[in-house]
Protein backbone atom coordinates (compact mmCIF):
# COMPACT_ATOMS: atom_id res chain seq x y z
CA UNK A 1 0.00 0.00 0.00
CA UNK A 2 1.35 3.80 -0.44
CA UNK A 3 -1.44 5.90 1.16
CA UNK A 4 -4.49 4.49 1.94
CA UNK A 5 -6.49 6.75 4.38
CA UNK A 6 -10.02 5.02 6.24
CA UNK A 7 -12.51 5.75 8.64
CA UNK A 8 -14.55 8.38 7.83
CA UNK A 9 -18.20 8.77 8.03
CA UNK A 10 -21.30 10.59 9.54
CA UNK A 11 -21.20 11.75 12.48
CA UNK A 12 -23.49 14.55 14.44
CA UNK A 13 -22.25 18.07 15.38
CA UNK A 14 -20.19 17.80 18.52
CA UNK A 15 -19.00 14.09 18.10
CA UNK A 16 -16.12 12.44 17.28
CA UNK A 17 -13.91 10.00 14.45
CA UNK A 18 -10.75 8.87 14.55
CA UNK A 19 -8.95 8.55 10.95
CA UNK A 20 -6.21 5.68 9.52
CA UNK A 21 -3.78 6.23 7.60
CA UNK A 22 -1.61 3.26 6.46
CA UNK A 23 1.68 4.21 4.17
CA UNK A 24 4.44 1.81 2.91
CA UNK A 25 7.27 2.04 5.01
CA UNK A 26 9.63 3.57 2.47
CA UNK A 27 7.06 6.52 2.32
CA UNK A 28 6.80 6.84 6.24
CA UNK A 29 10.25 6.29 7.32
CA UNK A 30 12.04 9.69 8.78
CA UNK A 31 9.14 11.80 6.99
CA UNK A 32 6.70 14.20 7.74
CA UNK A 33 3.18 12.83 7.55
CA UNK A 34 0.17 15.06 7.26
CA UNK A 35 -3.80 15.08 6.94
CA UNK A 36 -5.73 17.32 4.75
CA UNK A 37 -9.29 17.90 3.58
CA UNK A 38 -11.35 18.83 0.82
CA UNK A 39 -14.68 20.63 1.21
CA UNK A 40 -17.02 20.46 -1.24
CA UNK A 41 -16.32 23.81 -3.45
CA UNK A 42 -13.49 24.49 -1.85
CA UNK A 43 -9.38 23.68 -2.26
CA UNK A 44 -7.66 21.39 -0.36
CA UNK A 45 -5.93 22.61 3.01
CA UNK A 46 -3.48 21.09 5.75
CA UNK A 47 -5.51 20.07 8.97
CA UNK A 48 -2.12 18.74 10.56
CA UNK A 49 0.98 17.62 10.27
CA UNK A 50 3.94 15.30 12.30
CA UNK A 51 7.75 14.92 12.32
CA UNK A 52 9.13 11.20 12.67
CA UNK A 53 10.10 12.51 16.00
CA UNK A 54 5.99 13.32 16.73
CA UNK A 55 6.04 16.88 16.64
CA UNK A 56 2.48 17.90 15.39
CA UNK A 57 1.80 20.83 13.67
CA UNK A 58 -1.75 22.04 13.40
CA UNK A 59 -3.60 24.27 11.24
CA UNK A 60 -5.54 27.13 13.27
CA UNK A 61 -9.32 25.86 12.36
CA UNK A 62 -9.15 22.55 14.43
CA UNK A 63 -6.25 23.82 17.11
CA UNK A 64 -7.70 22.01 20.17
CA UNK A 65 -10.18 19.97 18.67
CA UNK A 66 -7.35 17.56 17.16
CA UNK A 67 -4.64 15.16 18.03
CA UNK A 68 -2.16 13.52 15.18
CA UNK A 69 -0.46 10.90 16.42
CA UNK A 70 1.92 7.87 14.17
CA UNK A 71 3.25 4.63 15.13
CA UNK A 72 6.55 4.36 13.68
CA UNK A 73 6.53 0.68 14.24
CA UNK A 74 3.07 -0.03 12.20
CA UNK A 75 3.77 2.76 9.49
CA UNK A 76 0.29 4.23 10.58
CA UNK A 77 -0.70 8.49 11.25
CA UNK A 78 -4.24 8.59 12.67
CA UNK A 79 -6.33 11.40 13.30
CA UNK A 80 -8.30 12.04 16.28
CA UNK A 81 -11.01 14.67 15.56
CA UNK A 82 -13.12 15.84 18.56
CA UNK A 83 -16.12 18.40 19.05
CA UNK A 84 -16.68 17.91 15.04
CA UNK A 85 -18.23 20.71 13.25
CA UNK A 86 -20.38 20.92 10.01
CA UNK A 87 -17.57 22.96 8.52
CA UNK A 88 -15.45 20.00 9.06
CA UNK A 89 -17.10 17.89 6.47
CA UNK A 90 -14.71 16.84 3.71
CA UNK A 91 -12.47 14.26 2.11
CA UNK A 92 -9.54 13.69 3.87
CA UNK A 93 -6.37 12.85 2.64
CA UNK A 94 -3.16 11.45 3.63
CA UNK A 95 0.24 12.40 2.12
CA UNK A 96 3.71 13.25 3.06
CA UNK A 97 4.66 17.06 2.90
CA UNK A 98 7.63 18.35 2.02
CA UNK A 99 8.56 19.64 5.01
CA UNK A 100 6.81 21.08 8.30
CA UNK A 101 4.04 23.42 6.56
CA UNK A 102 5.60 23.71 3.23
CA UNK A 103 2.49 23.51 1.69
CA UNK A 104 3.70 21.28 -0.64
CA UNK A 105 3.54 17.31 -0.79
CA UNK A 106 5.53 14.34 -2.72
CA UNK A 107 2.84 11.51 -3.10
CA UNK A 108 0.49 11.57 -5.84
CA UNK A 109 -3.19 11.78 -4.00
CA UNK A 110 -5.19 8.73 -3.10
CA UNK A 111 -9.11 8.46 -2.74
CA UNK A 112 -9.25 9.90 1.18
CA UNK A 113 -12.01 9.24 3.16
CA UNK A 114 -14.72 11.02 3.62
CA UNK A 115 -16.09 12.67 6.79
CA UNK A 116 -19.73 14.22 7.12
CA UNK A 117 -21.02 16.28 10.21
CA UNK A 118 -24.32 16.43 10.29
CA UNK A 119 -27.70 15.81 12.49
Known amino acids: VQLQASGGGLVQPGGSLRLSCAAS????????MGWYRQAPGKQRELVAE???????HYADPVKGRVLISRDNAKNMVSLQMNSLKPEDTGVYYC??????????????WGQGTLVTVSS
Open 25 to 32: ESIFRRNV
Open 50 to 56: INHLSTP
Open 95 to 108: NVPTSINSGYVLRP
